[in-house]
């Protein structure tokens, strides 16, 4: 409770405080140092840290600037994997972003070159030849941490046990190298947000999303590693719909930043149009906003798998909404159903989007910045 608003209770109240309450108040004060302060205000959060995976891509931008702009998170590093764009250009955007924040003092290291498994493939047609909607990015004055993406992970999450939220809004890869090269990492890591998959649609295939389409096999090592894992997938992303009047308030305030994000959204928007769509999607900085307030998004616990070999659904993040199989015994050269077989959820799947709440609050972390 602030002052100004404890003062207003205290004078709404018609009769004299009782002594023992009053006392009590005083000697609040007397203990915080006096009543000049704001010793009844709410102390700021404590920011969390987290590691950002990305491959910027321009929704990976704007996810980018609202973190740095959210003083819930203390972003600790980012590592870079190749999707939207190849790994080599990724990175350049990365260090050209945080160049733009005036964060040179957050490490950006690179990772992998490809997928686990599948040729690399990216989308130079969504987010122009730079990956960034052809928009100039100051030229990168930051340096790349010397380490591979993995194994800085890795050594933060061993620094840190128990603390670092894991944020891939990239294609699983890094974080899939991580797990396999150092599954002790998996109960010292805090969770991870992912942004990928869907359990109602598709937006590369008929049933499979980007990030996990481009490596599918990364991530089913991710979901199924042993830690908490929130997905922030197409179910809800594509209910966060960025439009020509969100656009308009994010016009109403410069900055470095804000005129960025600026040139950035309406691209988006631009390029949504050609198709027919009223808004773009907020893919990426969705999963950051749930990062720093899960309550944008409702979630169920289910289990999911990534199909990694079918025909026409590889990719696909295959969700058991009621965590539950037939149980079959062979019998006469036939199977017989004979139960239910529980199936252990292993994804916190959002399912339901407070949209407005989080575009609001995006516009506001940028305004001014
Ligand atoms: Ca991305």
Known sequence: MSMRSFRQVASKSRRPFPLPAALIVLSILLLSGGPTGTVLAQDPPVPRPVIIDTDPGT????AILLALNSPELDVKAFTVVPGNVTAGQALINTLGLVTLAGRCDIPVAAGAQRPLAQKLITAEFVHG??????????????????????????????????????????????????????????????????????????????VAEANIYNDPEAAQVVFHAGWKVTMVGLDVTHRTNFGAAHLERLSATSGRQNDFAKLVMRFLIDLSAQFGADGTPMHDPLALGVAIDPSFVDTRHMRVDVETRGEFTRGMTVGNRYNAVEHNEERDGRLVMTGIDRVEPNVHVAVEVDAERFLSFFIERLAGR
């Open 59 to 62: 929704d990976d931008a704007m």
């Open 129 to 206: 030849e730079d990956g960034m909607g052809n928009i100039e990015l100051p030229s990168p004055a930051c340096d790349v941490d010397g380490r591979f993406g993995p194994d800085l992970i890795i050594e933060m999450v061993h620094a840190m046990p128990g603390e670092i939220t894991l944020i891939p809004i990239g294609p699983l890869t890094n974080i899939a190298l991580a797990v396999l090269k150092d599954p002790s990492i998996v109960p010292l890591v805090k969770e991870v947000v992912v942004m990928g998959g869907s359990i109602t649609e598709g937006n590369v295939t008929a």
